[in-house]
């Protein structure tokens, strides 16, 4: 767990705030990826970035928008949000995209 | 299009008894699949992993589970509960089928253990 860190551990926001969550990977990794746990859904995939370059997109809204300044760092900036958008936003690493991931241990993001 | 399906969302067993987690997949190509394991308010842990080689694979923690091509199945196992097992399972596969780059998640089972 120790080879993913995140970002607050937990955020509490109102709905016209700006927030941002961070994650950084000392894996020496060069995929990372965004991903959303709700109550009782799968995990969703959010956003694949490999070599800094975003490599998917799965249908998210405008108001996440993602950032990946290096192989080390990815950030997700938060504006608007709605409090359907609260879940545990988790943050992964590979060597390569399609290999065994490894995670940090989540934001939990509550939206009032 | 590659899926996976979790057959139990809750399991509970008695410490010291066997666990048995299912998990089912289909797949255009030879998968790799995952084990992972998300204890309350932490992230995701790798518990093991197939990709092609020996069909049982061990895991983390005395976990292991059994690579079945012909049932499309890649069950969990561990011969004897502990109750630092209690957690929830996720089941993945991944693959290149239709060009998706990343993992695919089962929809989680919830290991309960009774002491």
């Known amino acids: 767990e120790t080879g993913v860190t995140q970002t607050p551990r937990h955020l509490v926001m109102g709905m016209t705030n700006k927030k941002s969550l961070k994650c950084e990977q000392h894996l020496g990794h060069n995929a990372m990826y965004w991903y959303k746990q709700s109550a009782k859904k799968p995990l969703e995939l959010m956003f694949v970035?490999?070599?800094?370059?975003?490599?998917e997109n799965n249908s998210v809204p405008s108001r996440f928008s993602p950032e990946c300044p290096n192989s080390s760092h990815l950030f997700l900036h938060l504006h608007t949000l709605q409090p359907e958008d609260s879940a545990l936003y988790l943050c992964a690493s590979s060597q390569g995209v399609v290999d065994t991931q490894y995670f940090g241990p989540g934001t939990r993001l509550t939206v009032l | 299009a590659q899926s996976v399906t979790q057959l139990d969302s809750h399991v509970s067993v008695s410490e010291g008894t066997p666990v048995l987690l299912r998990c089912n997949y289909s797949?255009?190509?030879?998968?790799?699949l995952f084990w992972y394991v998300q204890h309350p308010n932490k992230g995701l842990q790798l518990l093991l992993k197939y990709t092609s080689a020996a069909t049982l694979v061990k895991g983390i923690n005395g976990f292991e589970a059994e690579f079945k091509k012909s049932e499309t199945s890649f069950h969990l196992t561990k011969p004897s509960a502990h109750m630092s097992d209690a957690a929830e399972y996720f089941c993945v596969v991944s693959g290149r089928d239709t060009g998706r780059r990343a993992l695919t998640f089962g929809s989680g089972t919830r290991l309960q253990v009774q002491p």
């Open positions: 970035y490999s070599l800094e370059e975003r490599v």
């Open positions: 797949s255009s190509y030879s998968p790799s």
